[in-house]
């Protein structure tokens, strides 16, 4: 047997192995067999010994990727399961994914350095470089190959049907044939991409992605051209921006590695490119810092969360790879080499922040609760933004605060905090309370949610009684103001906006501060329900956003708006300095 033909046919023992083990931990876990802490280690060393044992056998001897394999997942294994011990249940892990993500940057992000350190050395960037590119490139290709395999399979199966054959069907009825089929044509897959390194290689990859360096740095560089003039508030809105900021700043960051390469050899060549990634290195900071910034704010005015804690993480590591990338240009003379060293200091930094969010030096949970105990008690936290269901959300830490908020609402003056331990929010998400629990919800809404024209009762009352339980927590959630005698946050707004449906329609317009966004929602009714309609501006481009919308709710707060067509009618709210020209229209898709 030839040296090829034997790598395939381990590759494909290893894989149909991996399916195997797959299968028969999903019944385990059907079954119930084995307790939570036992599935949990046994999940995390089955998943990352193949994933890590599949992706370096090729590279390395199937001798030392076993090792290696299986020692990466004996410790990703141990780490989760010290994780895991913040927790009572295996279902609560799930229900916090920032564990498993640190499980996931721990079980791939090392996998380059460890085929390095059995060649030129764990530190040698021209091989972490193109092991790391390789692994997502040979992952993908195969992957691929399953997929065409499978719809051969289910094609192949509808032909026989049509015969009166059911042999593939019998088969595919057999519950562990799936998973072996899939594990043994990826093992296969991955053998044959390998050998055609050469050809199936991460360089077409890489040259498709330079291509977009100049693209990425023109639109940053309208986005920051365009901030003094649009200002910074609607930046420091929330989470939501935060993330948007730091997927441009790791898809900059990307962009620039695949442009520097391995070496200056292989790196981009026209001067033009060289200078546009020289562009978008400098720049990447203002994304991440604004993304930092955005985070901390919030932080700032709700407190620690684990989620928060996890965005001031992943802000903490965009700003580093912005601040080192720039550094490294504006030192002009070897920047590239500058910045490929920046890459493996980031990926190690990576890995052992990852390894330290499960160890218990860090438990975000814990010091969520504890800084959500401290804003209530100092008085920063009002009762009625205490979070409690969140609370149950964060494991033992969780319970602990809760119960140490418990012995809290027996003092004198805590009446209103044991009022709200007693009858605590649903969760918005899964609430299903019948109908005759939701007038409160409704009354609640009606009393914070302004009404125009407020003679326009009965059609509000209308829709609000069609409403679930789901939709009138997130309105009431969202028209709530931030501090006392502070405006409502939303506005309804009821007029015939689509002349060709019978009755009235409604739009509302809300403010989610800590979101830092604001919503437009349109509702109707056809066929006797409640039905949901798109809201456009007239105007042409995108809805208003956070301030925009809040002057809006400002407006039609005081003042019942003008209606005229459009081709359907159309809501014309004048600026507040009662310029009509610069009236903004909205209106319902019909």
Not at 255 to 284: F, H, K, N, W, Y
Request: include cysteine; glycine fraction near 8%; aromatic fraction near 8%.
């Amino acid at each position: 047997m030839t040296q090829l033909m034997q790598q395939r046919l381990v590759l494909a023992l290893v894989g149909a192995a991996a399916g195997v083990s797959l299968y028969a931990l999903s019944e385990i876990l059907d079954g119930d067999l084995l307790g939570d802490r036992a599935v949990l280690a046994l999940s995390a060393l089955t998943a990352t010994f193949f994933f890590a044992l599949l992706a370096m056998t090729g590279p390395l001897r199937v001798e030392r990727a076993t090792i290696a394999a299986l020692a990466t997942g004996l410790v990703v294994a141990g780490l989760l399961s010290l994780a895991g011990l913040r927790f009572d249940t295996i279902d609560e892990i799930a229900n916090s994914p920032i564990p498993l993500a640190a499980a996931l940057v721990l079980g791939t992000v090392p996998l380059p350095f460890i085929i390095a350190a059995h060649g030129r050395g764990w530190r040698d960037y021209p091989s972490l470089f193109a092991q790391a590119w390789g692994i997502f490139v040979r992952y993908s290709v195969a992957w691929v190959f399953v997929g065409v395999v499978w719809g051969v399979v289910l094609l192949s199966n509808a032909l026989f049907s049509v015969v009166g054959l059911t042999v593939i069907e019998d088969l595919l009825d057999i519950g562990i044939v799936p998973w072996l089929v899939t594990g043994t044509v990826l093992g296969l897959a991955l053998a044959v991409v390998q050998e055609l390194a050469d050809v199936v290689s991460p360089y077409l990859v890489l040259r498709l992605l330079r291509l977009l360096v100049p693209v990425v740095l023109l639109v940053l560089a309208v986005f920051i051209g365009a901030l003094p003039f649009r200002g910074l508030s609607g930046l420091f809105g929330g989470l939501s921006v935060a993330a948007t900021l730091l997927a441009m700043t790791a898809a900059a960051a990307t962009l620039i590695t695949s442009a520097v390469d391995q070496d200056d050899l292989a790196a981009t060549e026209p001067d033009l490119m060289r200078a546009a990634t020289q562009g978008l290195a400098v720049l990447l900071p203002v994304p991440s810092g604004l993304a930092a910034v955005a985070v901390w704010l919030r932080v700032d005015q709700y407190g620690w969360t684990p989620d928060r804690l996890f965005a001031a993480t992943v802000a903490a590591m965009g700003l580093g790879y912005g601040v080192l990338y720039a550094v490294a240009v504006l030192r002009r003379a070897g920047w590239m080499a500058r910045i490929r060293s920046a890459n493996t200091a980031m990926a190690l930094a990576l890995i052992g922040v990852a390894a330290l969010w499960l160890t218990p030096l860090f438990n975000p949970e814990a010091l969520a609760a504890r800084n959500q105990m401290a804003r209530y008690v100092d008085g920063q936290t009002p009762v009625a933004r205490l979070d409690l269901y969140a609370l149950d959300r964060w494991g033992r830490a969780g319970a602990a605060a809760r119960a140490e908020l418990t012995a809290l609402a027996a003092q004198p003056g805590q009446e209103a905090l044991g009022l709200a331990l007693a009858n605590p929010s649903p969760d918005p998400y899964t609430s299903t309370a019948p109908a005759e629990d939701l007038g409160p919800l409704r009354a609640e809404l009606i009393a914070a949610m302004p009404l125009q024209p407020p003679t326009a009762t009965a059609t509000r009352d209308g829709f609000l009684s069609a409403a679930d339980a789901y939709d009138l927590r997130s309105w009431t959630d969202d028209c709530l103001p931030e501090t006392a005698g502070d405006l409502p946050t939303c506005v309804m707004v009821v007029a015939d906006l689509l002349p060709s449906d019978p009755g009235e329609e409604a739009l509302m317009i809300l403010l989610n501060p800590a979101g830092g966004f604001a919503r437009f929602e349109g509702l109707s009714f056809g066929n006797g329900q409640l039905q949901r309609k798109s809201v456009w501006t007239t105007e042409g481009g995108a809805l208003p956003g956070f301030d925009a919308a809040k002057a809006l709710i400002a407006t039609l707060q005081a003042t019942p708006p003008a209606l005229s067509p459009a081709p359907m009618n159309q809501i014309r709210v004048p600026r507040p300095d009662g310029s009509a020209a610069e009236a903004t229209g909205l209106a319902l898709v019909p």
